[in-house]
Each structure stands twice: as C-alpha cells, then as structure tokens.
C-alpha cells in the first residue's frame, strides 16, 4: 500500500557530502512525519533527523546536529538529507520512515513504513 523508497548513498571520503533522497508513494496518513534513521554494524539502530508534514518541525541527533540538514517536499511526497562534513563514523545503512503523526518523533515506534535503506560509506 505504502512504498518508501531511499536514493542517494554511496561512497565518500571524509569531509564530503551527500544528499539523501526519499521518496514516498502509495495511500498513506493524510499527514504524515518523516524521519531517517541509521544503523551501523555493532550498533543499535539510531535516530538521525525528523521532520513533521508543515516542514516547521525538525530534530536531529545531537552527533548531526549542525552537519546535516532535513527538509521536504510535500507536493512530492519526497523528504532530503543533505550531509555535511561526513565522518567516518557517520558509516551506516540510512533508512526513510514513515511516522503516523505528523510531528517529528524520534522513537521507532511511531513509524509504521519504512524503507530498505541505503548505505553510505565514509572512508577516512
């Protein structure tokens, strides 16, 4: 019903960008929140940034927080991560969520699609 679909990873060298891209299709909430996610190896599954459906509500992981930016596009069903100054421990699958309300949560729990993620590698 739903599709969630992440675009934009690959490999970059320390200090680099990268834009992450997701687009969303399919019937889903009315309005809805968006959040990216990561999960590197050894490591739990963390929140990254958030961003309600208005687009007036962000949050981020204090580790990103000033690196890396969220926005959307509403008419495009499609929200961004730009990521700055990447580091080598920003090394992770980054999966695109859908959250049911149309806040910025951060916790799992109230995000009910998700993508398949995709993996950006940070070398140093």
């Known amino acids: 019903q739903v599709q969630v679909v992440e675009s934009g990873g690959g490999l970059v060298q320390a200090g680099g960008s990268l834009r992450l891209s997701c687009a969303t299709s399919?019937?889903?909430?009315?309005?809805?929140?968006m959040g990216w996610f990561r999960q590197a190896p050894g490591k739990a599954r963390e929140f990254v940034a958030g961003i309600s459906w208005s687009g007036e509500i962000t949050y981020y992981e204090d580790s990103v927080k000033g690196r890396f930016t969220i926005s959307r596009d509403t008419a495009k069903n499609t929200v961004y991560l730009l990521m700055n100054s990447l580091k080598p421990e920003d090394t992770a699958v980054y999966s695109c969520?859908?959250?049911?309300?149309?806040?910025?949560?951060?916790?799992?729990?109230?995000?009910?699609?998700w993508g398949q993620g995709t993996r950006v590698t940070v070398s140093s």
């Open positions: 969520a859908v959250s049911r309300l149309a806040t910025a949560p951060t916790t799992t729990v109230l995000y009910d699609y």
């Open positions: 399919g019937r889903t909430f009315s309005r809805f929140g």
